[in-house]
Structure formats: C-alpha cells, structure tokens
C-alpha cells in the first residue's frame, strides 16, 4: 500500500506559477509510472503529466509549461508548473502506478490539491 500526500496547491493570477509537490509513504521500483492528474468542476479527470525511468509525458495543453520530476531518495514527485492560465484550475491529483508508464491504470491516488487560475 502507498500513500500519496499533495501540497503546494493554491491561488495564482494567470502567468504565475506554482510548484506541486506528492510524498510517497514507501519507495516504489524507480522504473514504475507515476504521473500527475487533474479534474475541473463537470470535467473528467485527465493525465496532466506522467514520469518513469525512461521517459516524460506532458498533455499538449501543458507542454513546454509544466516540467514534471521526481526524487527517489526522497520518494518524491513534482510538478512545476509556469505561465499558469485559467484554464489549469482544478484539484490536481498525485498517482502511482505498478507498472512503466503506458501499462496499464494509476494504482495509488493522493487526496489532491487544488490550483485555482485567476485572470
């Protein structure tokens, strides 16, 4: 069982920035996905960014303004995120997966923090 704990969550004008943070209760196989998700308000859920020994994903609404990380020393994810706009509002969820990315579902989610965008 792994628990995942977000922070770094608030409210920011749009072109700000933010950087979000997950603490993983346990290490995980440094090779195993673990991504950042997010939901808005009458939105499903959608992958925002997901990370694994070999390689990065960004959603293309996102790309070359998030930068997505991770520590294993310290069991940590992160998730930078500049040039913020409104459309980035919703509570961002941390998940780990058991698997490289691309195989299959999250296994773990975090509570979420939520990023609110004002214009």
């Known amino acids: 069982q792994v628990q995942l704990a977000e922070s770094g969550g608030g409210s920011v004008q749009a072109g700000g920035s933010l950087r979000l943070s997950c603490a993983a209760s346990?290490?995980?196989?440094?090779?195993?996905?673990m991504g950042w998700f997010r939901q808005a308000p009458g939105k499903e859920r959608e992958e925002v960014a997901v990370?694994?020994?070999?390689?990065?994903r960004y959603a293309d609404s996102v790309k070359g303004r998030f930068t997505i990380s991770r520590d294993g020393a310290k069991n940590s994810l992160y998730l930078q995120m500049t040039s913020l706009k409104p459309e980035d509002t919703a509570m961002y969820y941390c998940?780990?997966?058991?698997?490289?990315?691309?195989?299959?579902?999250?296994?773990?989610w975090g509570q979420g923090t939520q990023v609110t965008v004002s214009s």
């Open positions: 998940a780990s997966f058991t698997s490289s990315c691309g195989g299959g579902d999250p296994r773990y």
């Open positions: 346990t290490s995980t196989y440094y090779w195993y996905c």
């Open positions: 990370i694994d020994d070999i390689a990065t």
